[in-house]
């Protein structure tokens, strides 16, 4: 089931990408960090105006953000211009494949099955998220690389005018097509995991030989091709007498980290991950003042079921089945699944409770080891 990245077999997407953004207009360049907030009503001169030339505060605006210089051209040719949407969601993540190259005990999946939509259902997929306003994109897995049409998809989302941002082990950036796509097509950001510092380490968490050897090829090639990566360090108990290393390591390469320490049960409320916790690195949460899952971003699985989140996957909504018009239940399922209930309800410590309810939920499935999300257990109190 696994195969080189295959790229679509599509034309070269718009230079830059005109889009609502959460009652805002953006003006952005897809594979750019920076954007341009416009009026309104520039964002409908360029919606009406496909055959016109490129307008002056364009080519400005272009200029200041990005350096760009913009061609002689119709409009069209050089800006996509995405039409507003009624359901409002900015952002997405996407499981494009739950499977893996690594098999680390501490991996919130579960069982990483090889099995998602067909290319048909993924395109369908991209539409609908395109439909309901999603200008953000995060392709994630399992291991989003190795998916036999992630290049494909991955063009797709360029071509639909989405910021597309890739998760991943970091295993197959070192590979021809991989880079090759990059460089077609720059990722808005390119999130890696960090397992080790040594060969030793590494292989032994991902429980994968030659791991250690493909990754830090991986990153050879990432800033050789100067590529937004930033870096996620990974503590477990196999690995935390090497956090400081894997640390340096980071800043060697130079690119930008952050250490997580704390697992999380499986999405199906197995306890399996917090066995593997190194007890001695972890640290309390922060207060959970809410979040907008489910009411401006969601979340899909490899099968097009979307969710409010990761965490939080039942109930669901089928997009493949319904289309975009199921997102219109989201928002109540998010309030539904947010209620402090099944043990959580008059709890005194409610406003200062640093666990959202669905992750609580986990928890509680896994056997209420309640010192690690919940102050009454004495953790983070």
């Not at 409002?88 to 990483?112: M, P, Q, R, T, V």
């Not at 070192?174 to 990059?182: A, V």
């Amino acid at each position: 089931m696994v195969s080189e990245a295959e790229p679509a077999p599509r034309s070269a997407p718009p230079r830059l990408v005109a889009s609502p953004f959460l009652g805002q207009y953006l003006l952005v360049q897809p594979g750019q960090a920076a954007g341009v907030r416009i009026p309104e009503a520039r964002y409908e001169e360029l919606l009406a105006g496909s055959d016109r030339p490129v307008p002056a505060w364009l080519a400005d605006a272009a200029a200041r953000a990005w350096s760009a210089e913009l061609p002689e051209a119709a409009l069209g040719d050089v800006v996509l211009v995405r039409e507003r949407s009624q359901y409002g969601y900015a952002k997405a993540s996407w499981e494009i494949n739950l499977g893996c190259d690594y098999d680390c005990e501490f991996c919130y999946l579960g069982e990483k099955r090889f099995e998602g939509l067909d290319w048909d259902g993924k395109r369908r997929l991209l539409e609908v998220m395109r439909d309901a306003g999603v200008l953000w994109l995060q392709i994630t897995g399992g291991e989003a690389l190795i998916d036999r049409e992630f290049g494909a998809a991955y063009e797709y989302a360029h071509q639909l005018g989405m910021m597309v941002q890739v998760s991943s082990n970091g295993s197959s950036l070192r590979k021809r097509p991989i880079r090759d796509l990059f460089a077609r097509h720059r990722p808005y950001r390119l999130t890696l995991s960090v397992y080790g510092a040594t060969a030793d380490t590494y292989d032994k968490v991902t429980r994968n030989r030659g791991a250690f050897d493909r990754f830090t090829q991986g990153l050879d090639a990432a800033r050789e091709d100067r590529l937004p990566v930033r870096l996620n360090v990974i503590v477990s108990d196999d690995n935390a007498h090497e956090v400081d290393a894997m640390v340096a390591m980071c800043e060697r390469y130079g690119f930008p980290h952050q250490v997580f320490t704390n697992m999380s049960p499986t999405i199906d409320g197995e306890a399996n991950p917090l066995a593997t916790q190194s007890q001695s690195h972890l640290t309390p949460r922060s207060v959970f003042t809410g979040c907008n899952a489910g009411h401006t971003f969601f979340h899909a699985n490899p099968h097009g079921i979307a969710s409010i989140c990761k965490v939080g996957r039942d109930p669901s909504v089928n997009l493949i089945a319904e289309g975009v018009e199921g997102l219109t239940r989201l928002g109540a399922i998010a309030e539904s699944l947010q209620l402090r209930t099944g043990g959580c309800s008059g709890c005194t410590k409610v406003g200062t409770c640093r666990t959202c309810r669905p992750l609580a939920k986990l928890y509680q499935e896994a056997g209420d080891q309640r010192e690690l999300y919940c102050q009454h257990g004495g953790y983070g109190s």
